[in-house]
């Protein structure tokens, strides 16, 4: 006979404590399961730190064209910089060695940590990062570019791929093997500051000197002048910029009168002494905007001359505005990062803070 548990014996079932013990391992799912809920949240509500960008060779004559195109492409997914900003320096050397070879390189950066591809490996992490459809409109733009064409292309609708939108993917992917295999960038249009930045060098010899001379110039040929002139005739520059404006003003209260002379003060040793002016150039520019309004103090210490044509202006592609120091946070405004290309000491006081963003 087969094995019989008696009612009251050792092997007698019990459903009281069956159930207790569901019970507890029940509740113990529960609250394991709720902790992982509240984990997942908190991961959801954590703003990810995490950058991605693509460096370019800032020397050469297409960068702007191909930053603008790709940032606009990738819908604030990318950043781009030049291979001879700091930080780009910095993360390459921290994941590519002391002498990282000198080509398009794109990073991924979390803090204080950094990795880096360059060649066909770029092409794949960036496809992977971005997804098919951004991926494809960056391959359009690209194409655009070596079109000669401008601006957003029409889309076309009803199903399938026309002609033109099949040229364009073609030749975006002609340009995206060139950077990656070779380095190399197709000649496509110069932004203003690359061609002011070429005038400059042509003509090292017979550069304007003077505040005069300087303002008859577009703001990217001011700005690539003044770059090229020595500490002391920078310096010169920006107190007649300064003296001129105290001119114009002649009714400035005694609080406006001061942050005049602090700028002429700190404008006469910024450019000629040595150290790290940073923080002191971050708090007399707060005070100035403070104390003069946004506008005028830019007009006194921010600006040399009076501002482009609006036509000019649009047709830059690099970055206009320093997240450091803004020139456009008002009236629910901001910096905003990425989108352009990032021009190292062009912005703010004295042109002296990174342009890495744009007004928007």
């Known amino acids: 006979m087969g094995h019989r548990t008696h009612e009251n014996g050792v092997g007698r079932k019990n459903p009281v404590a069956h159930l207790a013990k569901y019970l507890t391992l029940r509740s113990a799912l529960s609250g394991h399961c709720s902790i992982k809920r509240e984990q997942r949240e908190r991961m959801k509500s954590q703003p ?3 950058r991605w960008v693509l460096a370019f060779d800032g020397a050469c004559s297409t960068c702007s064209a191909i930053s603008a195109s790709v940032s606009e492409a990738c819908a604030g997914k990318l950043e781009v910089m030049p291979l001879e900003h700091d930080d780009v320096q910095r993360w390459r050397q921290s994941s590519m060695g002391a002498d990282p070879k000198w080509a398009p390189t794109l ?43 401008s601006g957003k292309s029409s889309e076309v609708s009803g199903p399938g791929m026309g002609r033109k939108r099949f040229l364009q993917l073609s030749g975006g992917l002609g340009v995206a093997i060139g950077l990656t295999l070779t380095g190399r960038t197709p000649a496509f249009a110069r932004s203003e500051r690359t061609a002011a930045d070429s005038w400059v060098a042509a003509n090292m010899d017979r550069l304007p000197h003077t505040y005069e001379e ?23 520059v920006w107190l007649a910029n300064i003296d001129r404006y105290r001119r114009d003003h002649p009714h400035a209260t005694a609080a406006q009168i001061q942050v005049m002379d602090d700028a002429s003060a700190l404008a006469a040793r910024v450019f000629v002494s040595p150290g790290d002016h940073t923080e002191e150039m971050r708090r007399l520019s707060e005070r ?47 910096c905003l990062r990425g989108g352009c290309t990032v021009i190292p000491s062009d912005c703010g006081l004295f042109w002296l803070f990174d342009c890495n963003g744009r007004c928007g």
């Open 288 to 334: 100035a905007k403070e104390t003069l309004g946004l506008r005028e103090a830019e007009a006194m210490a921010m600006s040399i001359g009076p501002a482009d044509p609006p036509a000019i202006q649009a047709r830059s592609a690099d970055c206009s505005c320093s997240t450091q120091d803004c020139t456009c946070c008002a009236g629910g405004y901001y």
């Open 214 to 236: 300087i303002v008859r110039h577009t703001v990217p040929y001011r700005k690539a002048i003044v770059k090229a002139l020595s500490p002391e005739e920078r310096t010169a």
């Open 48 to 50: 990810d730190q995490t």
């Open 107 to 149: 990073l991924r950066v979390n803090g204080v940590e950094a990795k880096a591809w360059t060649g066909p490996a770029m092409s794949f992490t960036l496809a992977r990062h971005l997804g098919p459809q951004a991926t494809v409109r960056v391959l359009r733009a690209l194409g655009r570019l070596r079109q000669g064409t």
